[in-house]
């Protein structure tokens, strides 16, 4: 396969599902930091809930992440 | 003339410091070289050892050794600096523990575990930042830790609420999810084993290009964030999943047993109304 072909696949995968997310954890933190300031006595609830939805949206971020070395070095 | 010793290593020092002076592609190829640094040889057994394996053997010497200083001199009263941050630690698992659903006792039968995973992966990530490869570099390892926890979860989760209340938990909301509950505990130790893999390879990987382009000082700053505070995020994150699927399993039973309870008791009551 041509090679440049496979780097504009992987740029291609990293680049949208980086910005997706990165929209995803933004939106997260900003309800989440508003509720805080709402709610400052039950702001340690709200971070740990947070942390875990932002690891779930890193995660999607992540598999892109290795789908997109597993094109570069493998194929 | 033959170069002096001293002509020799500023030379090789130069070739290692110049911008540009590796080639980026064969750098990171020849570090993702999963193959076995060498053998082991007893008897009739060879065990090949990879450098991940070297990385992980060293970061539990180095946990042992921590723990033994550690744990010298506890008290009851009076207590030092140290213990003050052993009690922390401690109670902020516990504190996990107790978020993701589960009671202060379940939380001390769960804690030596989870805690346990997040020190070895914090320690085995940042031996790296000492130019050893991080051992979660090999997806074996990342691998293997996801299954034993999966196992984990499931032997403590029998352990904690028995053989029926685990079976509760399986058909928590409706009887009828109970085969994507079961696929539940497919994907779990693969969303862990990749999250812990990307996120170290992904950091291992710009590392190298950082220090190929730029090879003085930024990568050793980058290096502490990468390497130390990413293994943190990571050991936590690990322990953090950990612990909320345990929770998951403990509150998910609770629920079934409540919802079969007030199925029965409105029967009863049926029956007592005819």
Known sequence: MDKALIAFAAAIAISIVGAISAIGISRVASKAFESMAKQPEVASNIQTSLIAAIVFIETCAIYALVIALLLIFVF | MPDSFAQK??????????????????????????????????????????????????????????????????????????QALVEKLYLGVIGLSEGAGM??????????????????????????VAEFPAAAMNPAMPLALAIFSVVFIIAMGIHLVGFKGFGYSLIDPIPMLLPFNILDYLIKPVSLTLRLFGNVFGAYILLGFIKTVIPLILPSILGLWFDVADGLIQGLIFMYLTTTYLGEVVEKSEHTAERLAQKNQKIKHKKAQV
Request: glycine share 8%; charged share 15%; proline share 4%.
């Open chain 2, 9 to 82: 290593f500023l030379k090789t020092l130069w070739e290692h410091l110049r911008p540009g002076g590796r080639d980026i592609g064969e750098t990171i190829r020849s570090s993702i070289n999963f193959a076995p640094r060498f053998y082991i040889r007893i008897g009739n057994l060879s065990i090949p050892v990879t450098s991940s394996m070297i990385s992980l053997v060293l970061s539990v010497v180095i946990l042992t050794v921590l723990g033994l200083w550690l744990r010298r001199g506890l008290k009851k009263y009076n207590i030092t600096g140290k």
């Open chain 2, 103 to 128: 009671n202060r006792k379940q939380a001390e039968i769960a804690l030596p575990w989870t805690l346990t995973m997040g020190l070895y992966i914090f320690m085995s990530n940042a031996i790296a």
